[in-house]
């Protein structure tokens, strides 16, 4: 069962890799001897010691590492790397992690990469983050389930359940289309 500071650990960890994002975007200025270093060059150091860091974490087994070291990979810190990302996620998805299942089985529908397509592997791990108690897989499998897509029968009934259970935890989506049903 996920910990009550699971949401607000994922939370803060997309804002950093926004953060990252942001400041990795910037075009690197120039120093002369006699100036000072500015804030732009003293933030790339302190980029790559936490990417460094992060990843010695991954590789020591760090579930939530492994999840935001895929997920830097995917966004392109330090470079956009979908093999990376995948396998990343890969390891925290198949030890329990619900937000590393969730983003591979985005990753398998293939929209940003038609490579990356594989159905199986899709519903496998969008069922395993829904089963994980994850509002955002229930909502999306319950959104396949009410049109029969992606592989699974059309059932409006599994489709409601998953919705309900997304609704319990304030995912607003699968409000709206209880509300709409």
Known sequence: MPSPTAPLHTTLALL???????????EPTTATPS???????????????????LRQQAQRGDLDSQFQLGSSYFVGQPEKNLKQAEYWWKQAADKGHAMAAVSLAYLYTGRDAPEFANQ???LKYLNQSAAAGNPMAQHVLGNLYRRGEGGVPRDPDQAQRLYQSACQQRYEPSCAALGGQ
Do not use: F, N, V, Y
């Open 16 to 26: 950093a890799l926004a953060l990252l994002a942001g400041c990795a975007g910037r």
């Open 120 to 122: 199986r592997d899709m």
């Open 35 to 53: 100036q000072t270093p500015t804030p732009q060059q003293s933030e790339q150091p302190a980029i790559q010691d936490a990417q460094s860091q």
